[in-house]
């Protein structure tokens, strides 16, 4: 039998370290459970939904200490929840009517390159990135003379992760999907929360109720 070579961490690549590290915790979770993942091969039944940065800092189960099956996950570029985007829908919907998630979590981060990117010029060259971030700087224009009393860059950004946070949170309960949901099942609650990455903690924001007032021209 041939044997194995064994290569130091600097030797392999980013991608086989990866590949190798899933081995050891998936050998970890059989010793810590060893039904806990057979158990979740039949079906899943989340009692959350996350919709998060896309940001490699803010990696969603890792930071409220969830194992598999407790989060249903979505997260692009500054936690974005966009009318016009089936892809957050679709996950939406079948958090919602499907799993029927008790919870929806928004986490934003301070530190959030999107939100930076957005504070700034369109970028030559990123063209669908510029795109993306449109709806933030629009929050921004909406919001400038706050924003701006605010005396340094790093407080304007800040800022604008929380309103953002906010905003999206406000999106969801204008959405269709949440407000049949309300009437029907009375849930899910949706939070609004910000990730501190020098910290590691995070900060509540808002939080709406089921049936919580919206204003009646997004009913
Ligand atoms: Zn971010």
Same mark, same amino acid.
């Given at each position: 039998m041939k044997e194995k070579t064994i290569k130091s961490l600097e030797e392999i690549s980013a991608v086989q370290r990866m590949l190798e @590290? !899933?081995?050891?915790?998936?050998? @970890?979770? #059989?010793?810590?459970?060893? +039904? #806990?993942?057979?158990?979740l091969d039949f079906q899943q039944s989340p009692n959350v939904l996350w919709i998060g940065c896309s940001d490699s800092r803010v990696p969603a189960e890792i930071v409220v200490n969830a194992n598999p099956g407790e989060m249903f996950v979505h997260r692009n570029i500054a936690n974005q929840?966009?009318?016009?985007d089936f892809n957050c829908l679709a996950v939406l919907q079948y958090a919602v009517d499907v799993l029927k998630v008790k919870h929806?979590?928004?986490?934003?981060? #301070?530190?959030?390159?999107?939100?930076?990117?957005a504070l700034r010029p369109q @970028?030559?060259?990123?063209?669908?990135? !510029?795109?993306?971030?449109?709806?933030?700087?629009?929050? #921004?224009?909406? !919001? @400038?003379?706050?924003?701006?009393s605010l005396p340094t860059q790093r407080e304007r950004a800040m800022r604008l992760?929380?309103? !953002?946070v906010i905003e999206q949170v406000q999106n969801l309960? +204008?959405?269709?999907i949440i407000q049949e949901a309300w009437s029907s099942y009375e849930q899910p609650s949706i939070h609004g929360w910000v990730y501190v990455p020098r910290s590691g903690k995070i900060?509540?924001?808002?939080?709406m109720q089921p049936r919580s007032a919206i204003n009646p021209i997004y009913m």
């Open positions: @590290q !899933n081995g050891v915790w998936a050998r @970890q979770q #059989y010793l810590k459970d060893a +039904h #806990y993942l057979a158990r929840v966009a009318t016009t929806i979590v928004v986490c934003g981060h #301070y530190s959030c390159g999107g939100i930076a990117a @970028q030559p060259g990123l063209l669908l990135v !510029n795109k993306w971030l449109m709806r933030v700087k629009d929050l #921004y224009r909406l !919001n @400038q003379n706050e924003i701006e992760v929380e309103l !953002n309960a +204008h959405s269709s900060r509540e924001l808002i939080e």
